[in-house]
C-alpha cells in the first residue's frame, strides 16, 4: 500500500478513510480511521467521538497528479428509505486511496443524473448529529428512552420532554421539529437505535428512516457518479403528526408541529 516517496508529505497523516468503530475499555466507543503514516504507507488510529461531528468521510485528492477530480454538486432524495446499500464498497474507495479495503462503513447510493454514492457516517451526521454532544448519546443503549420522552397528549396537544443534554444549547425550532420526529417517529428511533447496535459490531450503519434529504455533496468522481466526503448545506423534510407538537426543554416550550 505504499505510494512514491514524493507523494508522501502532502498525504501524510491524512484520513484515507473512516473505517469503522472501535470500543476503548473504560473509555466506550472511538472511531476508526486509516491514515497516511509516515512511510506512505495505512495505517489504524483512534479518532474520538466528538470530532465524528463534522469529520468528513475520507480526504480527497491524496494522490498526486490527481487520478480524478472533485466536484460539489446538489441532489435530492424524495425518500431516504429507500437508497440502495452498496454491495461492493471496496469498489469505490480504491479510488481514494490505491489497496484501500472497507467492509465496516456502508455506503449509499442515491440515484440521480449523477449518482450520488454516500457513506452512512454523513448520513448520521445529517440526521442525528446536531451538536458534538449528541455523538456520545447516540451510542449509549437505551438513550432516547433516557433523553427523550416519547410524547403523550395533555389538552388535545402532543407534548414530548427533552433533556438539556440532548437537546443542545443552541436551541431552535429547527431543532425541536427534530427532537419532536425523534420522539414520535418510529422509524426516526430505529434509525437511531442501529447506530449503537451497529457500532457493537464495529460498524459505521443505520436504518435509514423515510425522509426527505436535499443537500450539496463534495467528493471525488467515480465513473459517472460521485462519491461524497462531505455534505453541505442540508435540508432534512421530517414526517410528523399533523397536529400540534410541542418540546419541553428546561422548562421552555416550543411548538414543533
Known sequence: MAIPGQHRRRSEGAVAWVDGWTRIPGEGFA??????GRTGKLEEACLPIGKLR?????????????????????????DLSQAEPVMEPDALTRHVYP?????????????????VYVPALLLVQA??????????ILLQPQALELYLRQPYQEDGV????????????AQSEVLCRRLAW???NAAARRGWGSVYSNALNGR????????GLAAWAWGQTVGNGLLACELMGVELQLPLPQRRIEVVVAGRTWVAG
Open 31 to 36: 472511531g476508526r480511521a486509516l491514515r497516511i
Open 54 to 78: 463534522e469529520l468528513r468521510a475520507f480526504e480527497p485528492g491524496l494522490i498526486e497528479p490527481p487520478r480524478v477530480e472533485t466536484r460539489n454538486i446538489p441532489f435530492r432524495c424524495a
Open 99 to 115: 489497496g484501500l479495503r472497507s467492509s465496516r462503513h456502508a455506503i449509499y447510493v442515491i440515484r440521480g443524473r449523477v449518482d
Open 127 to 136: 440526521l442525528f448529529l446536531w451538536s458534538k454532544e449528541v455523538m456520545a
Open 158 to 169: 402532543l407534548r414530548c420532554a427533552a433533556d438539556p443534554a440532548i437537546a443542545g444549547y
Open 182 to 184: 425523534l420522539s414520535c
Open 204 to 211: 459505521i450503519d443505520l436504518d435509514l428512516p423515510p425522509v
